[in-house]
């Protein structure tokens, strides 16, 4: 695969037009000889620019690039949840995949709970591969993918970015997510299933959580975990915040959301956090993506037995 077959595949999934499956497989075998070298907790640099859910809101995903600037001019973290619920997971994962292949050193992708065969198959992502490439094939060699995503972030060795939360098995140490196996499906329960389950909350210690999986975690589990580990702020995404991010326990701890309208009804605004060189903070806020400038998604036919 060469450069200009990359720029070609990113120009083309940039239209939200599908690449071929061949190529998808290429670009999926490339991309995972490059995160077979990256950490569970992957060193990220300012300044960069931090991105929550994007659940498949290709448009929306695209309304983001022209706020926060274009990859390679812009250095970006995304958080996960990359896929499922919106129409176009399967545009939106592959032009994220093809630009990491293009640029590794200016995009870093970190896995979501809805990196996930099991999830995958419930809220959208598998059903959409086959529809539109007719077989599972592109849905494995994703899927396959995501078990090579990093774990969490370590930004300038000061801010902590993963997608859900902490976890009662990594006992307030760094060094112990650097421990896990990642390269597996995700578990129902321990310490890698908690980072990306997990959800902040306005009590002490450790809850039970709602999702059926991860935690609950308190201020004083976040006071803990900063202080042991000299950070500053853990960033996270993984929870819908009308506002587009939301702080809280003193600013410890923020909350990024970054699907505008997420499922094309709820209303929210999106934002991405910007970090400069110095780590000062700039919350930029978007909306979804103009009627006018986005596709229409192609109606499932209906079975014939339907009919």
């Known amino acids: 695969m060469t450069i200009s077959d990359l720029d070609r595949q990113i120009a083309t999934l940039k239209r939200c037009e599908l690449i071929k499956e061949s190529e998808v497989k290429e670009l999926c075998h490339k991309a995972k000889e490059l995160l ?44 996960g949840d990359f896929v499922d619920r919106g129409f176009y997971s399967v545009e939106t994962f592959l032009l994220l995949l093809a630009l990491k292949v293009r640029y590794p050193d200016r995009i870093t992708l970190i896995r979501g709970n809805h990196e996930s065969r099991q999830i995958t198959q419930v809220y959208g992502f598998y059903d959409e591969c086959l529809r539109k490439y007719g077989s599972v094939n592109v849905w494995r060699y994703c899927t396959d993918i995501f078990d090579y995503l990093s774990l969490s972030a ?48 306005d009590i002490d210690g450790w809850g039970l959580s709602p999702r059926g999986a991860g935690y609950l975690f308190g201020g004083d589990i976040v006071q803990e975990f900063n202080q042991t580990n000299n950070i500053s702020l853990i960033c996270r995404a993984h929870q819908l ?41 700039n919350f ?24």
């Not at 448009?59 to 706020?67: C, K, M, N, P, Q």
């Not at 902490?166 to 499906?185: A, V």
């Open 154 to 201: 370590l930004i300038d060795h000061s801010i902590f970015a993963v997608h859900g939360g902490l976890s009662p098995s990594i006992q307030s140490s760094i060094d112990q997510i650097r421990k896990i196996d990642r390269k597996i499906e995700v578990p129902h329960d321990g310490a890698m299933c908690d980072l990306l389950w997990s959800d902040p909350e």
């Open 241 to 281: 915040v009308m506002e587009g991010f939301k702080h809280m326990f003193d600013e410890t701890l923020v909350t990024v959301w970054s699907a505008p309208n997420y499922c094309y009804r709820c209303g929210n605004v999106a934002a991405i956090l910007e970090l400069d060189e110095h780590l000062n903070k």
């Open 284 to 307: 930029k806020r978007f909306d979804d993506a103009p009627q006018g400038s986005r596709g229409i998604p192609a109606k499932r036919a209906q079975p014939e037995y339907f009919l």
């Open 36 to 79: 077979m070298d990256e950490g569970n907790v992957q060193n990220v640099f300012a300044p960069v620019t931090v991105v929550g859910d994007i659940h498949g809101q290709f448009y929306d995903l695209r309304e983001l690039f022209s706020v926060g600037g274009d990859v390679p001019h812009t250095n970006y973290l995304f958080v």
